[in-house]
């Protein structure tokens, strides 16, 4: 009797297992332990396979690509803990503000810096969330756009570098963190365009949706010295963004080292600011350790995981079943992006990563996506990944609104709020589908 039924079982398993609420780490893990046992008995699998597991667990933990997570989470958690991210979102909204739209124009702006500042979804969410939203509800903002935008913006964390997903995905993939933040810097600004355009477009069609300030309250912000608090607070977040991308960029200074660099500089930009708080401090290496400690945890369960299915034939049965596909390269290519499209209305963007790419990247490799095309690929899966983040029932950032938004919102509005925007994460993912330049162009 052939055991190659296991490897596939195993997947189903675990799916259920994650789908009904066990946590991810640990679910990959007993799995991996229960089938390894069933294959020892079957005489399908060799424990001595599992001598690796130690091997690899260290490798994981002394990988200097992950090292940069902890501290681009750092840097985004001082930024939001200090209030440094409250003060831009103020200043510029009330710059923005007397166009029409221009509160929710304000929204995009602010998220795409916070999201090259930060690279965390969840702060600038929570951020623009309390700031924004009653201040768009009470100029007249419809409930869906006002909702929608802060959803949408918030998401560009995940693929406007510096981002901890495209960290993730660099070490999946194998790839350079520095290649892969270059070839990402231009579809993220290109979504945050696209956003910003079809704002304007609302404005434009249904102008009660998305009116301008108040003439009266335009006046008495011309009287307040508008100008220079946006120099105050535009500046220093500014100067980060350029320190740690330019470094990276330029080849300055390796990923890790630029993560390290803006950790400091956010703390320096805190000690300017008099918001060096001790309390402050200690939230922001909480939520740090936290978050940190969650993707540890995925990798470890995820590399056992990984260790047993192949040792039960697994990842031949994965490769066989994707290069065998219709359509050669382009069919690996659209079931790739449906797959990871589905499972993010039901799982987490790094749940997706840990489990899914490992089973994708040697069927890509095999169609030969190599080299900068492989950084394309990276870059097409961490904008599917980003809609993952939107996507009901179980959109973080959807979470994220729920949690701060004022009552008289409804779920319903902030789901429905929402759509628009996934229609235009697909818009961009397509984009980036049949352009691959559009990632490769800046790529040596």
């Known amino acids: 009797m052939s055991g190659d039924w296991l ?50 667990v260290f490798g994981v933990m002394s990988n200097q690509i992950l090292l940069a997570v902890p501290f681009f989470i750092f840097m985004g958690a001082v930024l939001e803990k200090s209030r440094l991210a409250e003060d831009l979102l103020r200043t510029i909204g009330l710059l923005f503000g007397p166009l029409r739209g221009g509160l929710a124009l304000a929204v995009v702006f602010v998220g795409t810096l916070l999201a090259a500042a930060t690279g965390v ?28 935008v ?74 307040a010295g508008l100008a220079g608090q946006v120099v105050r607070a535009l500046l220093p977040p500014l100067f980060l963004i350029f320190v740690v991308l ?58 056992a995981f990984s260790l047993v299915f192949r040792g039960l034939y697994g990842d031949v049965w994965i490769e066989d079943l994707l290069t065998g596909l219709p359509g050669g390269r382009v069919g690996l290519i659209i079931v790739a992006n449906l797959v990871v499209f589905i499972l993010g209305f039901f799982i987490d963007f790094f749940e997706i990563a840990f489990i899914i790419l490992p089973l994708i990247v040697p069927a890509a490799r095999a169609l030969g996506i190599e080299g900068p095309m492989m950084v394309w690929f990276g870059v097409m899966l961490g904008m599917n990944l980003q809609t993952s983040f939107l996507t009901p029932p179980f959109g973080f950032s959807l979470f994220y609104l729920r949690g701060v938004a004022p009552r008289e919102v409804p779920t319903s509005a902030i789901y429905r709020g929402a759509l628009p925007f996934i229609g235009i994460q697909l818009i961009g993912l397509a984009i980036v589908v049949i352009f691959p330049s559009v990632v490769t162009f800046m790529i040596d």
Not at 121 to 144: D, Q
Request: proline share 6%.
């Open 121 to 148: 979804v969840g702060a600038s969410v929570v951020a623009m969330g309390m700031i924004s939203l009653p201040i768009m509800l009470r100029y007249g903002y419809s409930k869906e756009l006002s909702c929608g």
């Open 246 to 303: 330019g470094s990276i960029f330029t080849g300055v200074a390796t990923p890790t080292e630029a993560g390290a660099l803006g950790a400091v500089g956010a703390l320096l930009l805190a000690l300017l600011g008099g918001r060096l708080k001790l309390d402050m401090l200690r939230l922001s290496m909480r939520n740090t350790a936290q978050l940190t400690t969650m993707v540890v945890f995925l990798l470890i369960g995820s590399t």
């Open 7 to 56: 490897g596939p079982l195993m997947f189903v398993v675990v799916f259920i297992l994650i789908f009904v609420g066990y946590p991810v780490a640990f679910s990959l893990g007993g799995v991996a332990l229960f089938f390894a046992a069933i294959g020892v008995e079957l005489g399908f699998f060799d424990w001595p396979l599992l001598f690796a597991f130690p091997e690899r």
């Open 150 to 223: 802060i959803a949408a913006s918030g998401t560009l964390g995940q693929i406007v570098p510096p981002s901890v997903v495209l960290v993730v995905l660099a070490d999946q993939l194998s790839i350079s963190v520095g290649d892969l933040f270059v070839g990402a810097l231009v579809p993220g600004l290109m979504l945050s365009g696209m956003y910003a355009l079809y704002v304007v477009f609302i404005a434009i069609v249904r102008p009660a949706s998305a009116p301008a300030i108040p003439l009266e309250e335009r006046r008495a912000l011309s009287a």
